[in-house]
Structure formats: structure tokens, C-alpha cells
């Protein structure tokens, strides 16, 4: 959306819009990528369109409007009560920071695990159970259906496709 600006926190009216479809293999990377692509598009034609009086602005509905807080570290966090398709969601919305994470028990302490890449499956289980761990990745069930990890992150360690981290890796 190109829009003017005002006083609020945006609430200007809009001059113009795009849309974008979110694929199932995006995440906010690519889609901030993407995005800033479409946006850059867009502003080069709405200027000069705007500037010669051919557009004309629309105001925007306040219905429907919800502010969105800033996101923090602690967000990322995954509660695996809740269903599979949530955490998946969370876990795209979040790459790269904070990123969805959980943690895996270790002495002294538990280890954080960053969660890159995921998919949701059907297999259920109780919540934070992991139901299958091979190189096709890691299965945990969630509130509902499941998530299959195919690339995370120990603390301090590299990317890994799950393959990879279970090489190395005892769950």
C-alpha cells in the first residue's frame, strides 16, 4: 500500500495497492524480499500518477484495524500445546529473528534449538513428544497434527538439515 501520511500510526489515506500471494514454502525473508520489490514497483508508478492528479485518495476503513506490538526474543518461543498449523506459521513469521525456538534437555542447562524450516504432518501425539526422528526430519506432535523439523539450529552451532543434526545428534 502507498498511502500519504497523517498524525496517526497508519492511518493515512491510500493512493494505491498490490497483492502478493504467501506460498507455503515463504517465510518472512522471502516475503520481505518480494515484498520490497512490489513496493519499490508500485511507488515508481503511483508518484508520477499522483503528482499529475490522476489518483485520487481513498481513506481507510477503521473497522477491522488491530495494532500489532513489537515483536521480542521471548516470541519465538514455541508452545507445542498449540496446533501444528500455529507453530508452523510462527516458526516462517520469525526467520530470521528472533526465530522459533524450543529447547532440548542437557546438563547443566537445556539447550536452546532454532527451528528454520518446518512442515505440518497428521501423525499426533501428546504435545512436545517427538514421534519420528530420521532423514526425512523430526516429527513432534503439537496441540494438533504435527510438525516435521527439516532444518534447525543448536545454540552456538551452524544451519542443519535434520539429517545432518541427527549424524551428530541423540534426541
Known amino acids: 500500500t502507498i498511502m500519504k501520511m497523517d498524525a496517526g500510526l ?20 522471502t516475503l520481505h524480499d518480494r515484498l520490497a520489490r512490489l ?7 503511483t508518484i508520477p500518477e499522483y503528482v499529475a492528479g490522476r489518483i485520487p485518495s481513498q481513506a481507510q476503513s477503521a473497522e477491522g484495524v488491530s495494532y500489532a506490538s513489537k515483536i ?9 500445546t498449540q496446533p501444528a ?10 526467520v530470521p529473528w528472533p526465530g522459533a525456538f524450543s529447547y532440548l534437555p542437557g546438563q547443566p542447562q537445556p ?3 532454532k527451528i528454520w524450516q518446518a512442515e505440518v504432518v497428521e501423525p499426533s501425539g501428546q504435545p ?7 532423514k526425512t526430519g523430526i516429527v513432534v506432535a503439537c496441540g494438533h497434527g504435527a ?3 527439516l532444518k534447525l539450529q543448536l545454540e552456538g552451532g551452524r544451519r542443519l538439515t535434520t539429517q545432518e543434526f541427527l549424524a551428530g545428534h541423540e534426541l
Do not use: C, F, M, Y
Open 10 to 29: 497508519d492511518t493515512g489515506a491510500i493512493l494505491s495497492q498490490a497483492k502478493t500471494p504467501i506460498h507455503s514454502e515463504d517465510n518472512s525473508e
Open 39 to 45: 513496493g519499490a514497483e508500485l511507488l515508481l508508478k
Open 72 to 80: 521480542k526474543k521471548q516470541d519465538g518461543h514455541i508452545d507445542w
Open 85 to 94: 498449523r500455529v507453530i508452523w506459521n510462527r516458526v516462517r513469521g520469525l
Open 111 to 113: 539447550h536452546l534449538l
Open 128 to 134: 512436545g513428544e517427538i514421534l519420528q526422528a530420521d
Open 147 to 149: 510438525l516435521r523439523i
